[in-house]
């Protein structure tokens, strides 16, 4: 019965019992040799499904997208992203300390999405004062909104005009294609097309412990796999965690659709609470803005009763196949108890840190 509702992230699932038998009889190889053939089978599917002509499995979304601004851009390059982008803010600067790499971050609305004419401005003229701007960073789903089409198309389209390579972070794309309905694998097609390069996770909404792909062209693949090794990430019997991500791509696509569900189940179970407004909930992820400086106090209410959340004024409850409804029922109560209660701070502080 108190088993913990951990709403922090999509990250803190566990392989599903039947994962664990799918990793277990993996046949493997050795994959810096090129012979793991469950890696080799996954980069083949996630190619296929991406509609890329190649892919590389990789330890982590951050590992994916470095490699994939490593491979498109040189030193003294830059590329546009937004402010509260992945690929700026959450990536340890990596693009810049270990590429000369320049961000150009620009702001973006509460959707996610930056301004197009900021983006036109803030494309350089080749000027040996400037930076050479190189490539546009976008991300699907955003902080759980998914991008419209015409918004992809408009920024895509702009950052052709004038010679950018084109990147998507879909760290959480299956959510954005479940989300647009009807079959998920075309709608990620769909959405990925514009893009010269994906990176997509399988450790996220997707359930398996570890692994993202970055996939793109043969040419970017090559380069990509050379930074790879640089940085570390060349791993040998890693088709143990190629064959958990195959077992996502199988099982857990679809049921995201589960986590969608429940996420509004929160929304609407917190919407009427007094103190509290909900800001969004879109695809697996929800926001919620605590009036009068609350937040920290319901944390730590909510992490007594056994549901752990994060933020401080703004907080984030992140749906997942490790929750069901009867656990999302407990949020709401607990929230509900709390405000009935004038807020009283829990003595315990909460352990709200940011998990990204
Ligand atoms: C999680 C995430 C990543 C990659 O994170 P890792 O923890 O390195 O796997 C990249 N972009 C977005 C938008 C993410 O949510």
């Known amino acids: 019965m108190n088993t913990t509702v951990d709403l922090r992230s999509d990250t803190v699932t566990q392989p599903t019992a039947a994962m664990r038998e799918a990793m277990m009889g993996a046949p493997l190889g ?23 002509e190649a892919a590389l499995f990789m330890p982590s979304g951050t590992q ?13 390059e830059e590329y546009i992203v937004g402010q509260n982008a992945h690929t700026y803010r959450y990536e340890g600067g990596g693009a810049a300390v270990l590429g000369s ?8 609305n509460a959707s996610g999405q930056m301004q ?25 789903t955003w902080n759980g909104h998914p991008m419209p089409a015409d918004y992809l198309d ?14 998507l972070d879909g760290a959480r794309v299956f959510n954005a294609a479940v989300a647009a309905g009807g079959d998920p694998y075309a709608a990620v097609r769909g959405i990925v097309d514009r893009f010269d390069s994906v990176s997509v996770c399988f450790s996220k909404g997707l359930g398996a412990p570890v692994g993202s792909a970055l996939c793109g062209s043969q040419d970017l693949i090559r380069r990509a796999l ?8 060349g791993l040998r019997q890693s088709g143990l965690l190629a064959a958990a991500a ?32 909900v ?42 196949l490790g929750v069901d409804a009867a656990g999302i029922d407990r949020a709401i109560a607990s929230t509900r108890a709390f405000f009935a209660q004038g807020c009283a701070a829990p003595a315990a502080r909460a352990d709200g840190t940011a998990v990204y």
């Open 64 to 76: 994916s997208n470095l490699c994939a601004m490593l491979s498109h851009c040189e030193r003294g």
């Open 116 to 140: 197009l004419a900021d983006i036109a401005a803030a494309i350089k003229p080749d000027d040996p004062h400037f930076a050479r701007t190189r490539l546009l960073c976008l991300e699907n």
């Open 226 to 233: 050379r930074w790879r090794k640089m940085l570390g990430g």
């Open 154 to 167: 408009g920024a895509t389209a702009l950052a052709r005009e004038h010679g950018l390579s084109v990147h």
């Open 30 to 52: 050795d994959d810096v040799f090129g012979d793991d053939p469950s890696v080799q089978a996954l980069q083949e599917r996630i190619a296929a499904i991406t509609g890329k």
């Open 279 to 320: 800001r969004s909930a879109q695809t697996n992820i929800v926001f919620v803005d605590v009036a009068g400086g609350h937040g920290p106090g319901l944390l730590g209410h909510l992490a007594r009763d056994g549901v752990l959340a994060t933020g401080l004024i703004g907080l984030r409850f992140v749906t997942h």
């Open 246 to 277: 195959h077992h996502a791509l199988d099982h857990h696509v679809r049921r995201l659709a589960d986590d969608h569900a429940l996420a509004q189940r929160l929304a609407q179970g917190l919407a009427g609470i007094d103190g509290l407004s």
């Open 101 to 108: 790499i320049q961000p150009q971050p620009l702001a973006q």
